[in-house]
């Protein structure tokens, strides 16, 4: 099937001059638009301008011009239908077999911080994705491009065989109504924001493929990693990495995780994070301190581990952390001395993530078989909750501290989840429980002697005063969880009678 006529409309104009010239030299005629046919005419290219295909001028400031029979018959006729090209001679409209088209620019449009709701709606495609798609459903005769990497294997193929293959034409095709939903799926989320419609009768969301990985959550499992078109700056997604190994699937989700706990604090904070519960958690008045308490915390589990700070990472903290095999370690930035000293480790992975506070309020969406689950983030935190002290004690200066440290970190840890929390850093976890008692057995035996004087911390209410009464055995002193329960006053009075100073929330933080 030898092709004869390509209809060119870019706005991304990577290479396209050099693929017109390719195609005019194999004796295909150029049909353009507007922009497009302005340039290549000046770079020597002989266009046929699209007015003169339709015989109407464009018109509406070029909001119309490619919405013709001219156009539309050309690429939408059967060529083997007698009907269709005896339709096309009698309407002396004549075929068009190569569609060379890529969108206005509306994602870097609306990326644009002050851009305008006008300008956006300027910048939605009509007549591109109306010939990308008439031209994707006729593959069978039609070769379109929207991708400038796909130009070469264009010329290939052409050379090679004459023309462009069937199995080509059909992958482009299926390329093409990807990048024309994509596309969609863009103007859809951002009108849809800009009404405010929180949960809409269709959740139509894209993402842009960011990497193959090696395997999934084993090895025997096929993965790769997709981001946001605009997603929030401050993500893994987004991270910029600067050393080591590729990230792996759960190198991924855990590094999301200790990013997450992190970006609770705001004084100097280290979060070591194994299978996405953090292991430790530490504050001080430096990185080095808050990563020391953080190392301590649990200096078994943070081997192999992934490690989150929210400060530049300095020299001192770097040679702390070469003491260990950790498998990564974000943070905004590293001092370049820290980054020499890191680097000598060939396999470990420094990752740096903008700590912008202005990222604006996402949907969490959790994949289940058949279907999604969206919700709000949970952004809630100590300052959002309704604090109560429920028994005669009142916390002490210290146990304040302790309690709202376990209170951010529990947010944080599969529930059921019990965290245990003594100056400025945690000393137990437990993590994903079928009862919050058990959940509390586990993070007092990893406190071990350490439990004594430390505060707990509950992501859900106690259903019964077992909690406590473990809590007291163990020596906490201060216990912070969000009450609510039908025996609240058992656990009350159990608080009451061991001394520990108990405070309600009023806000539960599950995480499955």
Known sequence: MTMKRALISVSNKEGIVVFAKELEARGIEIISTGGTSQMLADNGVRVTGISEVTGFPEILDGRVKTLHPNIHGGLLAIRDNESHMSELEKQAIQPIDLVVVNLYPFKETIEKPDTDFQDAIENIDIGGPSMLRAAAKNHAYVTVV????????????????????????????????????????????????????????????????????????????????YREPIGPISSIANAMQLHGKELSYNNINDAESALSIVKEFQAPAAVAVKHTNPCGVGTGETLLEAYEK?????????????????????????????????????????????????MEKKNLRLLTVSFSEEDSFRSKITSIHGGALVQEEDRKGFLDADIRVVTKREPTEQEWEDLKLAWKVVKHVKSNAIVLAKEDKTVGVGAGQMNRVGAAKIAIEQAGEKAKGSALGSDAFFPMKDTVEEAGKAGVTAIIQPGGSIRDEESIEKANELGIAMVFTGMRHFKH
């Open 146 to 225: 929207t991708d400038p990497n796909d130009y070469e294997l264009i010329l290939q193929e052409i050379d090679a065989k004459g023309e462009v293959q069937t199995e080509t034409r059909r992958r482009l095709a299926a390329k093409v109504f990807r990048h024309t939903a994509a596309y969609d799926a863009l103007v859809a989320q951002y009108l849809t924001d800009q009404v405010g419609e929180e949960y809409p009768e269709t959740y139509t969301i894209t993402y842009e493929k960011k990497q193959d990985l090696r395997y999934g959550e084993n090895p025997h499992q096929k993965a790769a990693f």
């Open 294 to 342: 953080a190392y301590e915390a649990d200096p078994v589990s943070i081997f192999g581990g992934i490690v989150a700070l929210n400060r530049e990472v300095d020299q001192q903290t770097a040679e702390k952390m070469k003491e260990i095999f950790l498998e990564i370690i974000i943070a905004p930035s590293f001092s370049q001395e820290a980054l020499d000293l890191l």
